[in-house]
RNA sequence: GCUCCGGUGGUGUAGCCCGGCCAAUCAUUCCGGCCUUUCGAGCCGGCGACCCGGGUUCAAAUCCCGGCCGGAGCACCA
């Protein structure tokens, strides 16, 4: 790009950078042109998506959508060893990628393309900028320390090259011999200096099985593949900052121009405290989790389960920005941002936890009805209001003897006798109960199903009736919490709690 | 220890590159009010911040130096 394009573009950025602090989207990015930006997220499927992972596929994506770009799915797959792969793991970041809006547009699996990388480290043993290293990590950190070039480094184009094939031709035992690229021993960044590009692993890998035995690193995978696929800009964790300093040699070599990076700090989310999915897999082969949906657990798989809308996760990360400040930052964020969206479509209903009967004297059973949505004055359910009804013990608990309190939608009612839980009815208008605190929920004797609703606290109680309608959607049991209704097997229901 | 990065209300975030329009944006939390019926929802309103110390300048959140605090990397992990 010559310098009055990129001038340009700098002037562009800028403007739209000042517009776009008034709209709710992700700030422009650098050097960004219309249609030829190439964006990736690059995991490692080694465990289920989580919110960490919908961070880079939203944020990756969505860029990629501002400029009519494109969006590559990349699996860094290259150690079937400490990082090990799961299986069914690959399909689900496709399917998370799909279910936030983000299909991507070419999808590549490192472990599948090994060879390709195989020709290009030859081309650089053969060029005398990689060379074979049989120090050992100890001998080798000697060095790297001390800023000096351990004996392999001068080994020559040819012998190196001898030496791979007998890598390849499994004559080395793991551990005996890695390839490094040559950066500078001297680098005052010991993280810099010659780094490892390649190394044995005799273990069957569980997606491409037995087929090779040296595999690369993720810095040698990843800066030939963001060359091959055209990436013109990288945006990751900044776990990964001196990846752009190690690969950058490489790109140094091959005359390739490197991608715009920009990195963001670590996010811790209160409500999960230090969550490692092989934490989280012992937890859950220990029956302490249900799965790797378990309501408790930040994986998108449980997220979506509590009935979490892909487009509120969207403007929760977009809320958060790309900074390198690390941040620490509560779910009320996100529930704040799902709410936008559900409050309007869920349909209200009463759900009694821990309930308790209440026998009134002297009302008249009669059936009311009760707005499915306060903002929709056309939809009703209709509830049989009779002589013994539950109300929640947490209610019931807050009221003394000859104190009024209405029983929403139905009538006002007088406690007379707490022991032995006996009110008399007092009047149908709202009149004498104004509103707040005394309007409570509560459901007929003989018209309800059990629910249980599953969360980080486990809630049993009756639900009305008027639910089954709703199975499968996001409902806000009134005084309550949003809840996504899962199932119902003729006997219990089943809600997920999402939030209050 | 060596290298790099960052510090704006309780929490996130915009502004910092290119100093003045910033007595600082937006969201969330919290607090208060409203709602012929959710005080655990909704609506309206309010409180609340430029890490510290020097320097440059007519002018500093913005530039420079020092300090303090936080983080990342220094793997044959990603």
Redesign the pocket.
């Known amino acids: 790009m010559d310098d009055e394009t990129k001038a340009k573009l700098?002037d562009k950025?800028?403007e739209e950078?000042?517009e776009?602090?008034?709209t709710?989207a992700l700030?422009p990015l650098k050097n960004a042109e219309k249609g030829k930006v190439v964006m990736r997220f690059?995991?490692?499927p080694?465990g289920p998506p989580t919110l960490g992972s919908a961070r880079g596929i939203i944020v990756n994506g969505e860029y990629a959508k501002m400029y009519d770009g494109k969006f590559i799915l990349r699996?860094?797959?290259?150690?079937p060893?400490?990082?090990r792969p799961m299986l069914e793991a690959y399909d689900w970041y496709v399917e998370d990628c799909k279910w936030l809006g983000y299909e991507p547009d070419e999808i590549i699996y490192?472990s599948k393309r090994i060879p390709i990388y195989y020709e290009y480290v030859e081309k650089l043993l053969k060029m005398e900028k990689a060379y074979p290293?049989?120090?050992?990590?100890e001998?080798?950190?000697k060095f790297?320390?001390k800023g000096v070039e351990c004996p392999h480094r001068d080994t020559d184009g040819e012998k190196a090259l001898e030496i791979w094939q007998e890598m390849l031709d499994g004559k080395y035992k793991?551990?005996?011999?890695?390839i490094r690229i040559k950066t500078d021993m001297k680098?005052?960044?010991?993280?810099?200096?010659d780094?490892?590009a390649?190394?044995?692993?005799y273990e069957s890998h569980p997606l491409v099985k037995d087929s090779f035995h040296v595999?690369?690193?993720?810095?040698f995978?990843?800066a030939i593949e963001d060359h091959l696929n055209g990436v013109t800009h990288i945006i990751r964790?900044?776990?990964?900052?001196?990846?752009e300093?190690r690969q950058r040699f490489i790109y140094k070599y091959f005359g390739w121009e490197y991608p715009i990076t920009k990195?963001?700090?670590?996010v811790?989310i209160?409500e999960f405290g230090k969550l490692s999915t092989s934490g989280i897999r012992k937890d859950i082969e220990a029956g302490k989790y249900s799965g790797w949906d378990d309501p408790r657990l930040p994986t998108l798989k449980a997220l979506r389960r509590r009935g979490f809308e892909a487009e509120a996760i969207k403007?929760f990360f977009i809320?958060?920005?790309?900074?390198?400040?690390?941040?620490?930052?509560?779910m009320?964020?996100l529930?704040?941002?799902n709410?936008?969206i559900v409050?309007a479509k869920?349909n209200?209903y009463f759900f009694v936890?821990n309930p308790v009967e209440v026998r009134i004297e002297g009302v008249e059973a009669k059936e009311?009805k009760?707005?499915l949505?306060?903002?929709d004055a056309n939809r009703f359910r209709v509830l049989k209001g009779s002589d013994t009804v539950y109300i929640?013990k947490?209610?019931f608990e807050m009221f003394k003897e000859g104190e009024i309190f209405?029983?929403?939608?139905?009538c006002n009612i007088r406690l007379i006798d707490k022991a032995n839980r006996k009110t008399e009815f007092v009047s149908?208008?709202?009149g004498e109960?104004?509103?707040?605190?005394?309007?409570?929920?509560w459901l007929p004797k003989n018209d309800t199903i059990p629910c249980v609703v599953l969360g980080f606290e486990k809630y049993e109680g009756l639900a009305e009736k008027n639910v089954l309608d709703d199975v499968g959607n996001v409902v806000?049991?009134?005084?309550?919490?949003?809840c996504r209704l899962e199932k119902f097997d003729g006997e219990e229901l089943v809600a997920i709690y999402a939030h209050?």
């Open positions: 700098l950025y800028k950078r000042k776009e602090v008034k709710k700030l690059a995991p490692n080694n699996f860094d797959d290259t150690d060893r400490t990082k490192a290293c049989f120090c050992s990590k001998e080798f950190k790297r320390d793991e551990g005996e011999v890695v680098h005052k960044d010991p993280a810099i200096r780094w490892v390649f190394r044995i692993i595999y690369p690193t993720l810095d995978e990843s964790g900044k776990d990964l900052i001196d990846s300093r990195h963001w700090g670590r811790k209160h403007n809320s958060l920005g790309v900074s390198e400040n690390d941040v620490a930052v509560s009320k964020n529930y704040a941002e709410r936008k409050d869920a209200r936890w009311v009760i707005p949505n306060p903002n929640t947490d209610d209405r029983l929403k939608d139905f149908y208008e709202l109960v104004k509103k707040g605190k005394n309007i409570i929920h806000q049991f009134e005084r309550f919490a949003f209050p």
